[in-house]
Nanobody
Framework: QVQLVESGGGLVQAGGSLRLSCAAS????????MGWFRQAPGKEREFVAA????????FYTDSVKGRFTISGDNAKNTVYLQMNSLKPEDTAVYYC???????????????WGQGTQVTVSS
């Protein structure tokens, strides 16, 4: 079993930055794909970024490339999402998720955090 706890959300003006953290506990952290997803009101949950720690594999959705950076710290069992040049359309609840599968598909992620709200004002 894996437990995930997100933090770092908040209110920021357009063009600003936030760093989200996801603290994981449970099974060996390095064996998992760790992903960030987001869900805006009235919309489906969508993939943002994923990383497989201990490898060079990282993947981003097109809309965040060049603005967001996913990284991880195995020693702290924590994954980060650095978000720069934020836009109002980035407003959503951001979720951390984990899976043993090598995937970016939302439905294939087994473990989920409770989410953290990110609001970007124009």
């Amino acid at each position: 079993q894996v437990q995930l706890v997100e933090s770092g959300g908040g209110l920021v003006q357009a063009g600003g930055s936030l760093r989200l953290s996801c603290a994981a506990s449970g099974r060996t952290f390095g064996n998992y794909n760790m992903g960030w997803f987001r869900q805006a009101p009235g919309k489906e949950r969508e993939f943002v970024a994923a990383i497989r720690l201990g490898s060079s594999w990282i993947f981003y959705t097109d809309s965040v490339k060049g603005r967001f950076t996913i990284s991880g710290d195995n020693a702290k069992n924590t994954v980060y999402l650095q978000m720069n040049s934020l836009k109002p359309e980035d407003t959503a609840v951001y979720y951390c998720a984990a899976t043993l599968k090598h995937t970016i598909r939302t439905r294939e992620y087994e473990y989920w955090g409770q989410g953290t709200q990110v609001t970007v004002s124009s």
